[in-house]
């Protein structure tokens, strides 16, 4: 799956149509021009910058509701008594109005364009287009309004679907032959980050069963703790047998993380990181067999025995973060597929930071054309002392209406200054996305007898 643009409406603290547009000004039709392939027309870096509470988070949320709703709006979601959503909750209007959500991507090298609309009483309407060849053709056509759920002639039935349920999750579950392809090629390609510590920790426990099941190596982990100068020589899984009673336990937790996936904001993370335990180890296989696996890192030393490994939790900040998200950035940039980081720069220091925008933007290191979209409060990857150039239609800027609306901007709507430091113009507020501060505020709290 390759991301053209993502268009949210109603989520959270966006009330507003808001478009994320990934294509480069040279995609001036429908498919690329003859002789050009649809990577060099879609970057692969787009970076949201914006004060806290600006609203770049709530973007980044409204892609993990998007794939969350298709992946399970037909299965675990059925089990809740209330669409799950998170609308706009500041106004008179928005609670009840729909939010919609589109995608404009490619898949197998066709163009696609999806999307919904949902309420508090489910599915208002959804759809599905693409470019066989030169215009669009429709494939869902639905419309709870107007009592209708059509389907290309050229599409097997997929049957009744529920108020609730959408007809690409309906899909995936049945293995329609045409649109499960396209649901699997769409959620199947998107992974996620967050800032928040569970889900980090969650991501880490996931590295364990990678290394297990093959889909990277201790050498990669080597090498990215070796790129990153931690002065890490090698890496170990211990594997601890977990006693039957505590495996009950640790099995009802994971249940309840499955179940919460999907909630709306007010309940739970949407991501779609593979729910697992708050802990280092991860669960294996059901049964007596189930063990707890931990990493372990053994460091250079300067004695003349090997020092003893330390476990993850020893390890810095820093060294924690940087494996959460690079590994999750290899295995993006392996299979191609969208990465969404929030927050990216949180305990990464900016040359770290470089390394990792790097890796999507060189096309010789990603090949498959995977794709970033990261939010960040670091100004550096904007200024010239950075290695990594993001034009400025890769740049997008957050602010908050005195409604509390997120708005979006992007760089490129700002008129264009020869050899101008963006990143001094972002810090000076020129393009917003700035925090209003009011510092002069404090006084109060701190004069005397204010406690």
Not at 47 to 71: E, H, M, P, T
Not at 88 to 106: I, N, R
Not at 136 to 147: K, N, P, V, Y
Request: net charge negative.
């Amino acid at each position: 799956m390759l991301l053209l643009s993502f268009t949210v409406r109603n989520h959270k603290s966006i009330r507003d149509e808001l478009v994320l547009d990934l294509t480069k000004p040279t995609l001036r039709t429908l498919r690329p021009r003859s002789g050009t392939r649809w990577a060099e027309h879609v970057y692969p870096l787009a970076g949201i910058f914006g004060a806290n509470a600006s609203g770049k988070s709530a973007l980044l949320d409204a892609f993990s509701y998007a794939f969350a709703a298709v992946r399970r709006s037909a299965t675990s979601w059925q089990e809740k008594p209330v669409m799950m959503r998170a609308p706009f909750l500041l106004d008179d209007e928005s609670a009840d109005a729909p939010s919609g959500y589109v995608f404009d991507f490619v898949h197998d090298d066709r163009r696609y364009v999806y999307g919904f609309e949902v309420d508090a009483e489910g599915v208002a309407r959804e759809w599905l287009r693409d470019v066989p060849s030169t215009r669009w053709r429709t494939l869902l056509d639905r419309d709870r309004a107007a009592g209708r759920t059509k389907l290309h002639p050229d599409l097997r039935p997929i049957g009744d679907v529920t108020a609730r349920e959408l007809v690409l999750s309906r899909a995936m579950l049945l293995r329609h032959p045409q649109l499960s392809p396209v649901a699997l090629g769409l959620v199947d390609a998107y992974d996620a980050m967050s800032v928040r510590e569970t889900h980090r920790e969650r991501r880490l426990a996931s590295i364990t069963d990678s290394l297990v099941n093959g889909s990277i190596t201790f050498d990669d982990i080597v090498t990215l703790l070796q790129v990153a100068d931690i002065g890490v020589d090698h890496v170990d899984v211990q594997e601890d047998a977990l006693p039957a009673r505590v495996q009950e336990v640790v099995r009802s937790i994971k249940e309840l993380f499955e179940g919460n996936v999907g909630k709306g904001a007010e309940e739970a993370d949407t991501s779609e990181a593979k729910p697992t335990l708050l802990f280092e180890g991860v669960l294996g296989e059901e049964g007596s067999d189930a063990v707890v696996r931990n990493l372990l890192f053994t460091h250079r030393g300067g004695g003349a025995n090997p020092p003893p490994p330390f476990p993850l939790h020893a390890e810095s900040d820093g060294t924690i973060a940087w494996l959460a998200l690079v590994v999750p950035a290899l295995e993006a940039l392996r299979r191609g597929g969208l990465y969404c980081v929030d927050e990216i720069d949180s305990s990464l220091h900016p040359h770290l930071l470089e390394v990792l925008l790097g890796l999507f933007a060189d096309p010789e290191l990603n090949g498959r054309g995977a794709q970033l979209i990261f939010t960040s409060h670091e100004s550096y990857v904007l200024s010239p002392l950075s290695d990594v150039t993001l034009e400025p239609e890769q740049v997008w800027f957050t602010d908050k209406s005195p409604e509390g609306v997120t708005l979006l901007t992007c760089l490129a709507d700002f008129p264009r200054h020869r050899d101008a430091n963006v990143a001094k113009r972002y810090l000076t507020g020129r393009y917003g996305g700035t925090p209003r501060l009011a510092p002069s505020a404090l006084a109060r709290v701190l004069a005397p007898g204010a406690a």
